[in-house]
């Protein structure tokens, strides 16, 4: 597990990376958004999304180890890459493309690719699955706040 550990943890580290440079909740666009009460602080985000890419890493190195048979790990693999690409690819859409409404495509299509990570994590390891299963609902909530934030400013 160590080397494909070693890449999920390199996959998760690039990932949080290329998101946080299309990510500025600081920028006047996104400060004039109507925001729904509930949202949470800014320092939020961080702090939940530091433990989730361990866990994401963690989590898919389990899942992609416990699968024998060398294509299914490489479609596994397929999957996780897909995953960790629209989790970035998100925050370019909804902030560098400052669109509430594209963002909530891109983040529904995040939450699809986040069900099929648990169920095919659930398949092979549970453990695997339970570390899963706190992105995919936080990814949740990311995308009832995007949807708020929609409708507020449509």
């Given amino acids: 597990m160590r080397r494909t550990l070693l890449v999920t943890s390199l996959a998760s580290a690039a990932t949080a990376l290329v998101g946080s440079l299309g990510t500025d909740p600081g920028s006047g666009w996104y400060r004039s958004l109507e925001k729904p009460p509930w949202q949470p602080p800014p320092v939020a985000f961080p702090l939940v999304w530091t433990p989730l890419y361990g866990l994401i890493a963690w989590g898919t190195a389990r899942m992609i180890d416990a699968e024998p048979d060398p294509a299914t790990r490489r479609r596994l693999a397929a999957l996780v ?58 990814s949740f909530f990311a995308t009832a706040l995007n949807a708020a934030i929609w409708r507020r400013n449509r």
């Fill in 81 to 138: 890459a897909a995953d960790l690409a629209a989790n970035a690819g998100w925050c370019w859409v909804f902030f560098k493309g400052r669109s509430p409404r594209q963002g909530l495509a891109a983040i529904a299509i995040l939450d699809g690719l986040n069900l099929a990570l648990v169920d095919q994590a659930r398949r092979r390891d549970a453990r695997a699955a339970g570390a899963l299963a706190p992105y995919a609902a936080w």
